[in-house]
């Protein structure tokens, strides 16, 4: 059984693998690869997502505002949450989710932070 990620980066839309950018999901699973809800919600969770990093900024060589994320947090949640949704609806037992609760990780610790999640 295939496993899709779902969690945030820059460049890159919650759905892993993706293509960076387009937003198109990368999974080998024709259905979710080829719906294009999927697509523009991944691709619009980047792009949100992406706003939050600054460079040259703080002091910092990459700067991750936190308040820019606060801004943003609840439109990437009914994002994220569609596309859960639309996951679910897809499966014909084929994957499993993986899942981390990266955005409200992400407010609440400083920005050293680890790739495990």
């Known amino acids: 059984m295939q496993k899709i990620k779902l969690m ?3 460049m890159h839309g919650p759905i892993w693998p993706s293509d960076p950018f387009t937003g198109q999901p990368m999974t080998d699973i024709k ?3 080829n719906d294009p809800d999927l697509k523009s919600w ?3 969770c980047s792009e949100l997502w992406d706003e939050c990093y600054e460079f040259n900024s703080h002091e910092q060589a ?3 505002n936190k308040v820019t994320l606060a801004n943003n947090k609840q439109e ?3 994002l994220l949450a569609n596309i859960k949704k639309r996951l679910v609806e897809l ?3 084929e994957f499993i989710l993986a899942n981390s609760d990266f955005l409200n990780y992400r407010l609440f610790v400083n920005n050293n ?3 495990k999640f």
């Open 62 to 64: 990459c700067y991750f």
């Open 31 to 33: 259905l979710v690869d």
């Open 42 to 44: 991944n691709t619009r």
């Open 113 to 115: 932070w680890s790739d």
């Open 76 to 78: 990437l949640e009914d």
């Open 91 to 93: 499966n014909q037992e």
């Open 8 to 10: 945030f980066e820059f």
